[in-house]
Nanobody
Framework: QVQLVESGGGLVQAGGSLRLSCEAS????????MGWFRQPPGKEREFVAA????????YYADSVKGRFAISRENGKNTVYLQLNSLNPEDTAVYYC??????????????????WGQGTQVTVSS
């Protein structure tokens, strides 16, 4: 079973940047659609970004479009989320997720069957 481990979260000032990483164990990572989700304090988990198995298709929530960028390196079993122009509303626990049953991702979190433990991102004003 593939396991996902996120890293790169932390405390940053508004306007700053972070890069989140999600490293996967297992040899089949390169065939999975991958996504990033986040859960702000007291709110539901929400879609942030997703990427197809090859990296050729990318999707973003409207709230992060133009500020965040998702990418992957299948040779390193890693997917990234570059967070730029951060604002306090981006404060959340960020989760990496894999859909092992599909090459192409969705925005629906219920479609993802493998989840990381999450990494905290806190943006101060």
């Amino acid at each position: 079973q593939v396991q996902l481990v996120e890293s790169g979260g932390g405390l940053v000032q508004a306007g700053g940047s972070l890069r989140l990483s999600c490293e996967a164990s297992g040899r089949t990572f390169g065939t999975y659609a991958m996504g990033w989700f986040r859960q702000p304090p007291g709110k539901e988990r929400e879609f942030v970004a997703a990427i197809s198995w090859s990296g050729g298709n990318k999707y973003y929530a409207d709230s992060v479009k133009g500020r965040f960028a998702i990418s992957r390196e299948n040779g390193k079993n890693t997917v990234y989320l570059q967070l730029n122009s951060l604002n306090p509303e981006d404060t959340a626990v960020y989760y990496c997720a894999a859909d092992s049953r599909n090459y192409y991702p969705t925005t629906n979190l219920e479609q993802y069957n493998i989840w990381g433990q999450g990494t905290q991102v806190t943006v101060s004003s």
